[in-house]
């Protein structure tokens, strides 16, 4: 039987519609909350399609681009839903590039309108945008919206079409453009509710940059269930401080470099939460003692979760620790909505207890990298999405994370993973944080060189080693430590996660020591 076009046509739903919703429902609703202002649904709903009026009379239609750099405000949000509604992609771009990165970014897009706060117009200035219609927040933006009609725009986008463009960064090279699709982004939406727990009124704290996943994607979610979003400019501890103590939240992320000051700053205020169901991201990287006492101070179970930009919240973040609870097992429950397969170079599946890298197949998959048929050839070989990260499944089918594939220490004909070594060393209460590189060596090979973050300054190099002897085995072992001045040295990306190649600058001839 062929379907059927109508009921096909019938069965199409896109992001432009979710805001559609709670604007009639519940219109006097707060949507958005900066702390100075807010916007009703009704408000929010009016302004999304006057701007996608103003977009499409200077020339965006489907399938055409539109640039975003900005720090996070209303704006941002009012721009999804704009381009939503238009069948347009929202090109999220990266605010702490250098200029020719920056530059490379907005050419691999080519849009037809760039949006920018003025914080950024002297860098995009800079990077240049040839050929595109600058539009920037303030007067000029507020003027194309007071003259576009606040009418719906004809529904043209198809679940298929780019909804957005987010960057991807790797271990080397440039930036990708990773594209997600409405029904990406939708399917993305079930497993916030199906996995994550995000209910009707739900509020959320969307703190981390926007051009990020983990902020833009579940703010989105949010406004689709018809709660209210607090637009947080940064890592603004008082303000996330504030929130805690005042607002219920569904999940409040935490990520590496942002937790150490924020449990200090609750600490130091003895707040009493009001009400947060979930708390926490990246277990692996952030060390137990720290997630124990960041989940007690917020009375919130910690999220363990694994997740990309191209794959969404999968493909395992269905574990939570217990509030309070120091977690000796970082190993992940599966999340729904996806089938996965552990396989070797060749593609084949791995033996029970060998670690292999993930390939995944389900809805919530982004549709490739823009401008790159041969990574995407890679990465969607045998009709699976490829990862690039190394798990091993347990005995109870939990999913542990082993590491990068792409970062692997090779010594003496033994595969090391750095993560092995960063959890052996984190597990002691004394350290903060640690990173795990590789350094030549004439004898081996190559040798893991640890460089560790401590609470106790009294925690030096040989106690450390001492410590890490009674973890791993001997050829696991860093043939050097060196004790660095803080976290906040480390260089990471935007979700957080440290930039090991950059650390390896730092074998010679090392960063601040502590």
């Known amino acids: 039987m ?9 069965a199409r739903s896109t992001v432009g519609e979710l805001l559609a919703d709670p604007a009639r429902r519940v219109p006097g609703r707060i949507a958005l909350d900066d702390g100075v202002r807010t916007l009703s649904y009704r408000a929010l709903d009016r302004r999304a399609d006057r701007l996608a009026n103003a977009l499409a009379a200077l020339g965006v239609t489907r399938g055409e681009r539109i640039a975003i750099l900005s720090e996070n405000r209303f704006e941002y949000i009012e721009a999804s839903f704009a381009a939503a509604r238009l069948g347009a992609v929202l090109c999220a771009q990266n605010w702490r590039l250098a200029r020719d990165e920056l530059a490379y970014c907005i050419g691999l897009v080519a849009p037809r309108v760039v949006l920018v706060s003025p914080r950024f117009e002297a860098a995009l200035a800079a990077a240049g945008a040839a050929g595109a219609t600058v539009i920037a927040f303030g007067d000029a933006y507020e003027r194309c919206l007071a003259e576009a009609a606040d009418t719906s725009p004809d529904e043209v986008a198809e679940p298929e079409d780019a909804l957005l463009v987010l960057y991807t960064s790797g271990t080397t090279g440039l930036p990708k453009g990773a594209a997600i699709s409405h029904r990406a982004e939708l399917a993305r939406m079930a497993s916030s509710r199906i996995d994550l727990g995000l209910v009707e009124g739900d509020g959320f704290v969307a703190w981390a940059p926007m051009f990020h996943m983990v902020c833009l994607e ?28 005042t607002v219920p939240q569904w999940w409040l992320v935490l990520i590496p470099g942002m937790i150490e000051p924020l ?6 205020a003895g707040v009493r939460p009001a009400g947060i169901r979930l708390a926490g991201a990246l277990a692996d990287l952030v060390p137990p003692q720290t997630i124990a006492e960041a989940s007690l101070l917020l009375q919130a179970p910690w999220f363990n979760t694994f997740g990309s930009t191209e794959t969404g919240m999968l493909p395992a973040a269905g574990g939570r620790f217990a509030i309070g609870e120091v977690p000796t097992r970082m190993a992940k429950l599966h999340n729904s909505l996806y089938r996965w397969r552990l396989v070797d170079a060749d593609d084949r599946d791995v033996a029970p207890g060998e670690p292999g890298e993930i390939a995944l197949r389900g809805p919530t998959l982004f549709s490739g990298y823009l401008n790159a ?17 190394l798990f091993v499944e347990e005995p ?13 220490i090779k010594s003496g004909g033994e595969n090391i993973y750095p993560m092995e070594i960063e959890r052996a060393l984190m597990a002691d209460p004394r350290v903060a944080e640690a990173v795990v590189v590789r350094r030549r060596d004439a004898r081996w090979g190559e040798v893991p060189v640890a460089f560790v973050a401590v609470h106790d300054p009294g925690a030096d190099a040989a106690s450390l080693m001492q410590a890490c002897r009674e973890r791993l085995s001997s050829y696991k072992l860093p043939r050097e430590i060196r004790v660095v001045a803080s976290p906040e040295v480390f260089p990471r990306s935007t979700s957080g996660k440290v930039q090991r190649t950059l650390v390896e600058a730092w074998l010679e001839p090392g960063p601040p020591a502590g």
């Open 396 to 408: 109870d089918g939990r999913l542990s994370f082993v590491d990068r594939s792409k970062y692997l």
């Open 2 to 10: 062929r379907p059927d076009p109508l009921a096909q046509r019938a």
């Open 373 to 389: 048929d041969a990574v995407n050839a890679e990465a969607f070989r045998g009709g699976w999405f490829h990862m690039g990260d």
């Open 218 to 245: 579940h703010a989105l979610h949010t406004l689709g269930m018809g709660g209210t979003v607090h637009v947080v400019d940064g890592a603004d501890i008082p303000r996330i401080v504030a929130l805690v103590a």
């Open 263 to 268: 449990v200090e700053a609750l600490r130091d």
